[in-house]
């Protein structure tokens, strides 16, 4: 079946609010967790044009590179580097304005300036995150925080 995406003209949350529903569409009958985020992945680099957007899931106790749009990245993380590895730690969603102000960030482009880290959690646990970056500083805010919370709430119990 073809897939294809429609994005939303106007505000952040006019687009969040058009792409949410397609996401689903896209990932309900999809049993392939591979599939899935890559589709959502791409979806949101389409419709944001945000620099690189990917995930990293955990694999035998670090943080390993999973689908993505962007440039190539570093494909491993441990818990507690980078802003990755310490939403992994810490369990909780990372709105970084200025990645130059993050102790320890890893920049996997130094056109990276600020980013978003949300983990997703099964059960309690952390079974992965999802990254996203932009090459100018303060890209993200509360709207992005919400609806990409919501993608993470719904997301994570389908890998
Ligand atoms: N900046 C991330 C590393 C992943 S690259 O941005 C894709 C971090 O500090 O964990």
Not at 7 to 17: F, P, R, S, V
Not at 83 to 92: D, F, H
């Amino acid at each position: 079946m073809a897939e294809d995406l429609f994005i939303a003209e106007g505000t952040k949350l006019d687009k969040y609010e058009i792409l949410l529903p397609q996401l689903k569409s896209l990932c309900e009958n999809e049993p392939n967790s591979i599939a899935n985020l890559a589709n959502i992945a791409a979806a949101i680099k389409e419709t944001f044009q945000y620099f690189w957007v990917g995930f990293y899931l955990i694999e035998k106790e670090e943080l390993v590179l999973g689908p993505f749009q962007g440039p190539v990245a570093c494909t491993r993380i441990q818990k507690g580097k980078g802003v990755c590895g310490t939403a992994w730690a810490q369990k909780k969603a990372l709105l970084v304005p200025n990645v130059d102000e993050f102790p320890g960030h890893i920049a996997c482009s130094s056109l990276s300036k600020s980013e978003i880290v949300l983990p997703l959690i099964v059960n309690d646990s952390v079974i992965g995150i999802l990254d996203i970056d932009h090459t100018e500083y303060n890209a993200f805010d509360e709207t992005d925080l919400a609806y990409l919370t919501d993608i993470c709430t719904w997301l994570a119990p389908l890998l």
